[in-house]
C-alpha cells in the first residue's frame, strides 16, 4: 500500500506554467510506473503522463511536447511540469502508482491520490 498526495494545482492563465507533484509514502523504485491523469467535469479520466521504473516515457496526444514527468528517487516524489498552458486542460490532476495491463488505461493502476484542481482562465 502506498499513499499519494498531490500538490501544486492552481489558477493560471493561458499560457503560463504550473508543475504538480506527488509524494509518495514509499520508495518510488517499490513501483513499476508512476503516471498522472486528468479528469474534466463531465469527462472521462484521461492519461496525461507515465514514466516507467528504467525512465521509459508516455505522454497523451493532447500534451504535444508541453508537459514533461519526471521523478526524483531521493525525495519519493514524481513530477509533472506543465508549460503552455490551455484553458482545456483545467481539469483535476491525478498521481497513480503501479500499472498492471495497459498503462493508458485508468484500470491498470492501483493507487492513486486524492487530486488536484488546476485551472487555466482564457
Known amino acids: 500500500q502506498v499513499q499519494l498526495v498531490e500538490s501544486g494545482g492552481g489558477l493560471v492563465q493561458t499560457g503560463g506554467s504550473l508543475r504538480l507533484s506527488c509524494a509518495a509514502s514509499r520508495r518510488i523504485f517499490s513501483y513499476n510506473a508512476w503516471g498522472w491523469y486528468r479528469q474534466a467535469p463531465g469527462k472521462q479520466r484521461e492519461l496525461v503522463a507515465t514514466?516507467?521504473?528504467?525512465?521509459?516515457?508516455s505522454y497523451g496526444d493532447f500534451v504535444e511536447g508541453r508537459f514533461f514527468i519526471s521523478r526524483d528517487e531521493a525525495k519519493n516524489t514524481v513530477s509533472l511540469q506543465m508549460n503552455s498552458l490551455k484553458p482545456e486542460d483545467t481539469a483535476v490532476y491525478y498521481c497513480?502508482?503501479?500499472?498492471?495491463?495497459?498503462?493508458?488505461?485508468?484500470?491498470?493502476?492501483?493507487?492513486w491520490g486524492q487530486g488536484t484542481q488546476v485551472t487555466v482562465s482564457s
Open positions: 497513480a502508482a503501479y500499472s498492471t495491463g495497459r498503462s493508458d488505461l485508468p484500470e491498470a493502476w492501483h493507487y
Open positions: 514514466i516507467s521504473r528504467d525512465g521509459g516515457r
